[in-house]
C-alpha cells in the first residue's frame, strides 16, 4: 500500500470534522434533555453540529495517531486534548468575546470543575469518544473508503463538512452583525 499525504487524507479528516459536529450535537441535545428536563437546540449554527466537536475530532486524530493502537493512551491523550481545547475554547470566548458558551457550574454531574469551562464528566466523555473515534469510527470510515468510488467518496466526505463549514461561516457573520443574537 503506497504511503498516503496529507492532501490524501484531507477528505477523511472533512469526514471526521462533519461527523464530529454532529456526534457533538446528538450528545449534547440526549445530555442536556437529562439536565433540564426538555429539549433545547444545543450549539451556535443552525445545523445539527457543534464547531468544537468538529475540531477535536480532527485534534484527536492527529494527536493519537502514534499510538493509535493503544486504547489506554488514545483515551488519555483524548482526554487532555479535549479538556485544553474546551478550557482555551471557554476562556477565550468569554474574556476576548465577553461570551459563555457554556457553563458547568449549572449543570448535574459537574465535579472536577474548573472555572465552570471544563469537568471531569465532560473530560472523561471525551477520552471514552477518542477512543470510539479512534477505534470503532475510523475503521468503519477506512473500510467505506475503499469499498466507495472516488466520486462517492468525496461527495460523502465535502458534501457534509462544506454545509457545517458554510453553516458555521452564515451563524459567524450573522451574530457579528447583529441579525441574530
Known sequence: MEKQTLKDR???LMLVFAFG???GFIYEEIFYRFDLGEWVKRGTTFGP?????GFGGILILALTYKVRKNPF????IASV???VQEYATGYVFLHFFGKRLWDYNTEILNWGNVDG???ARSV???GISGVFLRFIVMPLFEKLEKKMNKKAWLILCYVP???FALDILVSMVLRLTGVIA
Open 81 to 83: 486534548v479535549s479538556g
Open 21 to 23: 459536529g454532529g456526534f
Open 161 to 163: 463538512a462544506s454545509l
Open 49 to 53: 453540529w457543534i464547531p468544537i466537536y
Open 10 to 12: 484531507i477528505p477523511m
Open 73 to 76: 493512551l488514545v483515551f488519555l
Open 124 to 126: 472523561i466523555f471525551f
Open 117 to 119: 469551562f471544563i469537568c
